[in-house]
């Protein structure tokens, strides 16, 4: 009961795909600064018909976690409780990486490696725990599906093995390229045949890997709705 004499209606708690899409739209907004598209919600679903993802935005609306502005694409707004429902499940569902600037996926540069503030993943969306976080430059590792713009998401240290997409340091520059062991030399190899192979002097090698790519997130809107 109110305290006017009227009934208080007690609010359902979230289902378990709700959850799902209010953490993808929170992971979104992290990452590209805007919310997704009901099409990119179906996307993530695996769902066919955008209409099927709009029920689950309904709920979320009718349970106060968001608010939706009729007519705009990207009309999806959080509320104070979507910001209470983040903070009590980040820290065990969610991972915060640091975002160290940007890398060249073209010519190498060592401009670009600065502290860019941090962004916010859910702990499933990759199988190792990442260290860094990079937005890649250029066009020379699109046969790899990495395209600029590109959010790569970076492991330290480990072992390298031949193949893996490394950032690599060359004489203080920074590029992302796959690490190969050919005709026994060590080069650093582009995915684009624009871009030709770099061969590694032994004395640059000591300090060569920065990290091993583990993952790429992609803004659809950003590339063009490449998948």
Same mark, same amino acid.
């Given at each position: 009961?109110?305290?006017?004499? #009227?009934?208080? $209606?007690?609010?359902?708690?979230?289902?378990?795909?709700?959850?799902?899409?209010?953490?993808?739209?929170?992971?979104?907004?992290?990452?590209?600064?805007?919310? &997704?598209?009901?099409?990119?919600?179906?996307?993530?679903?695996?769902?066919?018909? &955008?209409?099927?993802? #709009?029920?689950?935005?309904?709920?979320?609306?009718?349970?106060?976690?968001?608010?939706?502005?009729?007519?705009?694409?990207?009309?999806? $707004?959080?509320?104070?409780?979507?910001?209470?429902?983040?903070?009590?499940?980040?820290?065990?569902?969610?991972?915060?990486?640091?975002?160290?600037?940007?890398?060249?996926?073209?010519?190498?540069?060592?401009?670009?490696?600065?502290?860019?503030?941090?962004?916010?993943?859910?702990?499933?969306?990759?199988?190792?725990? &990442?260290?860094?976080?990079?937005?890649?430059? #250029?066009?020379?590792?699109?046969?790899?599906?990495?395209?600029?713009?590109? !959010?790569?998401?970076?492991?330290?240290?480990?072992? %390298?093995?031949?193949?893996?997409?490394? %950032?690599?340091?060359?004489?203080?520059?920074?590029?992302?390229?796959?690490?190969?062991?050919?005709?026994?030399?060590?080069? !650093?190899?582009?995915?684009?045949?624009?871009? &030709?192979?770099?061969?590694?002097?032994?004395?640059?090698?000591?300090?060569?890997?920065?990290?091993?790519?583990?993952?790429?997130?992609?803004?659809?809107?950003?590339?063009?709705?490449?998948?």
């Amino acid at each position: 009961m109110s305290l006017d004499g #009227g009934t208080t $209606r007690k609010v359902k708690p979230l289902t378990e795909r709700q959850e799902e899409v209010l953490r993808f739209i929170l992971s979104w907004m992290q990452a590209n600064s805007s919310p &997704p598209t009901i099409t990119e919600i179906a996307n993530h679903l695996g769902i066919p018909y &955008p209409k099927s993802a #709009g029920t689950h935005l309904e709920a979320l609306e009718k349970k106060g976690y968001i608010q939706r502005i009729p007519g705009k694409a990207r009309g999806i $707004r959080l509320t104070a409780k979507s910001s209470s429902f983040q903070d009590e499940t980040i820290s065990s569902e969610w991972l915060t990486v640091p975002r160290v600037g940007r890398v060249r996926a073209g010519v190498a540069t060592g401009s670009d490696h600065l502290s860019d503030g941090q962004i916010t993943i859910p702990s499933s969306f990759l199988s190792e725990r &990442p260290d860094f976080v990079l937005t890649v430059i #250029g066009d020379s590792m699109i046969g790899a599906g990495i395209y600029d713009g590109d !959010l790569a998401f970076i492991k330290k240290g480990g072992n %390298v093995s031949n193949g893996d997409i490394i %950032v690599a340091q060359i004489q203080g520059e920074m590029t992302l390229k796959t690490y190969l062991h050919h005709n026994g030399r060590l080069l !650093l190899r582009a995915a684009n045949p624009s871009y &030709p192979d770099r061969i590694i002097l032994p004395d640059d090698e000591a300090d060569l890997v920065q990290g091993r790519l583990i993952g790429i997130f992609r803004s659809l809107s950003r590339n063009g709705g490449r998948n």
